[in-house]
């Protein structure tokens, strides 16, 4: 059997080829509420790489210019983070056959994690597993934030009240600095 290809190594062949693991990972939608999702279609180990969040990288004014002018549903699509001292978003609300776009938000127990990459001085957005997936288990991580119209929850008491999920686990991005000449030398 070939050795393990380093998580990092893996990550850097799908972003340079700009694809998914389309072998790995399958679309379904779930349901109305969700749409669709991201599955495994066979298993990951803790710490695998699983896909790139790929779309336009836009700054910080363009960002605020879109989320301005798009449908609220689009905007659940835009990924702001920060880069060099300064917030940048990756806009996936185009619809381009990536599945980065895709990967819902878990808030309490994602299984996976964002970890920017930069690899030629461009950050690139990736997913890597916090523990082993099973085959048929959806892919998910947590989105950060506190205002998700998703973690809301609808009670039906006679207040017609709408109790916010409790969402205090930011998301957590790490990042992986890589150029074109640079060695992984963490082999599994």
């Known amino acids: 059997m070939p ?6 190594k893996d ?3 799908h972003l340079h080829s700009k694809t998914d693991k389309t072998s790995k ?3 379904k939608y779930i349901n109305a509420v969700k749409g669709r999702g991201i599955f495994a279609l066979s ?4 710490g695998d790489f699983v896909l790139e969040y790929r779309g336009d990288m836009i700054d910080n004014a363009e960002s605020q210019r879109r989320r301005r002018i798009y449908h609220p ?8 983070f920060k880069w060099r001292g300064r917030t940048w978003c990756i806009d996936a609300s185009q619809e381009d056959g990536s599945f980065g776009r895709l990967v ?3 808030h309490i127990r994602p299984n996976c994690r964002m970890k920017r990459i930069d690899v030629d001085r461009k950050p690139h957005l990736c997913l890597f597993a916090l523990n082993d997936i099973q085959h048929g288990e959806e892919i998910t991580y947590d989105y950060g934030g ?5 973690r809301m929850q609808m009670t039906m008491n006679a207040a017609d009240v709408i109790i916010p999920v409790d969402s205090s686990h930011p998301a957590d991005l790490l990042e992986t600095r890589m150029d074109e000449t640079a060695q992984d030398t963490n082999q599994q």
């Open 25 to 27: 990972l399958e679309v």
């Open 43 to 46: 298993s990951f180990s803790k």
């Open 146 to 150: 506190e205002d998700c119209p998703w």
């Open 3 to 8: 050795p393990r290809v380093s998580p990092l």
């Open 104 to 106: 819902n938000d878990e």
């Open 11 to 13: 990550a850097l062949q």
């Open 73 to 80: 549903s689009c905007v659940a699509f835009m990924f702001s």
